[in-house]
T-cell receptor, first 115, second 114 residues
Framework: AQKVTQAQTEISVVEKEDVTLDCVYETRDTTYYLFWYKQPPSGELVFLIRRNSFDEQNEISGRYSWNFQKSTSSFNFTITASQVVDSAVYFC????????????FGPGTRLSVLP | DTEVTQTPKHLVMGMTNKKSLKCEQH?????MYWYKQKAKKPPELMFVYSYEKLSINESVPSRFSPECPNSSLLNLHLHALQPEDSALYLC?????????????FGSGTRLTVV
């Protein structure tokens, strides 16, 4: 069975601080995909990144960066110089094949960035 | 057009009412999904449509009835709902029935059953 753990339920930071959101996953499959989604108060789930299990290269996109480590089954997400607009719930998700029934969300981390 | 549009944004209905949620995408995606999200919880999959055919029904009660009239539209018909059905209902689409492509989500319909 697949499982995604986001141990941080809520995080509060002050604007311009860096913050890392943790994601640990469990799967026995060797081929899988990892995702991060952002859900602002408006409700829409915004796709941030997809990473397949064969690509451990870290990725940076503006103030966002992702650290994928298969050795620890982690796919952590760092926001550099956080802004108030980053306040949202962030979900890490795992898919082990190409079928929707195996798309598993983590419980989410609520990030509050204070001015 | 890279959006999934859901209407209405908010809906309040009584337990004896019949209502429908609508979802539309014009990205040429061939898979569409309904998710239910309770407060402070992650989304839970309800239905998957692939090429306009129901592919997955995650043991959803029959008071929820999905419909896919064409490849761009997905409806969720509601009848005789219970207060515990109050939630955010999210629609999503993907290029094909494969999460490897990533999903595009709509902003959801906030449903309150009174």
């Amino acid at each position: 069975a697949q499982k995604v753990t986001q141990a941080q339920t809520e995080i509060s930071v002050v604007e311009k601080e860096d913050v890392t959101l943790d994601c640990v996953y469990e799967t026995r499959d060797t081929t899988y995909y990892l995702f991060w989604y952002k859900q602002p108060p408006s409700g829409e789930l915004v796709f941030l990144i997809r990473r397949n299990s064969f690509d451990e290269q870290n990725e940076i996109s503006g103030r966002y960066s992702w650290n994928f480590q298969k050795s620890t089954s982690s796919f952590n997400f760092t926001i550099t110089a956080s802004q108030v607009v980053d306040s949202a719930v962030y979900f890490c998700a795992l898919s082990v094949d190409n079928y929707g029934q195996n798309f598993v969300f983590g419980p989410g981390t609520r990030l509050s960035v204070l001015p | 057009d890279t959006e999934v549009t859901q209407t209405p944004k908010h809906l309040v209905m009584g337990m004896t009412n019949k209502k429908s949620l609508k979802c539309e995408q014009h990205m040429g995606h061939r898979a569409m999904y309904w998710y239910k999200q309770k407060a402070k919880k992650p989304p839970e999959l309800m239905f998957v449509y692939s090429y306009e055919k129901l592919s997955i029904n995650e043991s959803v009660p029959s008071r929820f009835s999905p419909e896919c009239p064409n490849s761009s539209l997905l409806n969720l018909h509601l009848h005789a709902l219970q207060p515990e059905d109050s939630a955010l209902y999210l629609c999503a689409s993907s290029q094909d029935e494969g999460t490897g492509y990533g999903y595009t989500f709509g902003s959801g319909t906030r449903l309150t059953v009174v």
